[in-house]
Structures are given as structure tokens and as C-alpha cells.
């Protein structure tokens, strides 16, 4: 009989460990999806900001056509979803180096760089990338802990049975670009002050719409021109905040 209750103890407690174990999971499965979300916010903006930051440069630059257009083709496919957190990130980054590019073509013209309308974006820009970076290493500490447990054992019992599987990092490119920071210093032309630019590495970041690590995110509509018949791809009608010059 002693025995019997041994055992029936032995259960009890199995079971009770189980159900730690398995709502730990569940808890740490949620965070992950939560910090993804996070990032995706935070990508939207960015995306948001790039279309009234191109139509800034156009107006001052307008015959850097080419790099304009690789901006604004790297926007649209960064927007376009990715079906894992590392092939978004790759997206991501191939749109941070085409923003470098557009910011070092920005460096050769004074009157762009003091347009107010130009500094305010890129220091919004500047701004939500340091965002992006936070929920990056947000994201990734959760996703290092649920892959931990889900590789451990005796967890890994409980997550095959409930179906918990590791989560994807969001890693930045190695070869990801250099965007500058803004910072204020010197003259500019007709009396602004010209922003200095400082190199920051900016983060790769999962662009789209809302999707959970390996999940296949639905596109949004890419950039169209508004009015004529052919499609500017330096335009885009779904420009975020900022008002063009």
C-alpha cells in the first residue's frame, strides 16, 4: 500500500512539474511572437518615413535618379513580407545600405542638408532606428531563452508534446550599411545650421505586415506614383509622416 501512494506521489508530482513546465513555454512562445511585433511596428515607421525622405532629395537632387530608385525599390521589397525572421532581415538590410547611399549622395549638396524638412526626417529616421535595435535584442534574448528550453532537458519532452518549436533569431547582416546620425554644427546655406554626420550602425529590421517568427506575412501594396500613366518609382503615395518641400 506504502508503495502505491510512492508511486501515486511520483505521478502527482510529474504531472505538476509538466504543467510548470509546459505554461513556461507557452509564456516564453507568447513573448517571442510579442517582441516580433514589436519590431514590426517599428518597421512600418521606418518605411513610412523613407518615401518623404526620397521626395525631399529629389527636389534638390533630382538627377541622382538611380539612387533614388534603388531606395525606393529596396522599400518595396523590404514591405513586400519575407517568410522567416532571416530572410526579412536580409531584406532589411539590403534597404539600410540603399539609405546610406542616399544619405552620402545627400552630404554633396549644402542646401539639402540644412532643409529643416530634411533634418527633421533623419533625425526621425535615426530615432526609430535606435528603436529597431532595442526590440532586436528584446527579441533575441527571448528567442535564446525559448530555444534553450525547448533544447533542454527534461523541457524538451513537454515541448514535443505541445508542440513548441524554436523560434528564428533576427540577426543583422554582416554586411549591413552605415546610416548616419545627425548631429548640429556649422553653417548652412542661407543661415541654418548644417548637420555633421557621424556613422552609426543602423539595425536590419523585419519589415511588412505583422507576422510571428517563420510565419508567411501577406504583402502591402508597393509605391505608386500618383497621376501619370507611368509609375515614378522616386514617389509613393503611401508616404508616412514629414512633409515633402
Known sequence: MIIVWILLGLVVLLAVVGVVMYNGLIGLRNKVEEGWRQIDVELKRRHDLIPN??????????HERGTLEEVMAARSAAMSGASTPAAAAQAEGQLS??????????EAYPDLKANQNFLALQQELTSTEDRIAS??????????????????????IVANVAGVKRAEYFETPATEAVVPNVSFGGDGA?????????????????????????????ALPQAQAPGGAQPDPTSDSQAGPGVSP
Not at 525622405?53 to 533630382?62: C, D, F, H, R, S
Not at 545600405?97 to 545627400?106: I, N, S
Open 190 to 218: 542661407g543661415g541654418a545650421d548644417t548637420p555633421a554626420v557621424s556613422a552609426s550602425t543602423q539595425p536590419g529590421a523585419v519589415g511588412g505586415p505583422s507576422t510571428q517568427p517563420g510565419g508567411a506575412p501577406g
Open 97 to 106: 545600405q540603399a539609405l546610406g547611399r542616399l544619405m552620402a549622395v545627400a
Open 53 to 62: 525622405l526620397v521626395e525631399t532629395v529629389k527636389g534638390y537632387a533630382a
Open 135 to 156: 526590440s532586436r535584442r528584446y527579441y533575441n534574448a527571448l528567442v535564446r531563452e525559448l530555444n534553450t528550453k525547448v533544447e533542454s532537458v527534461p523541457s524538451n
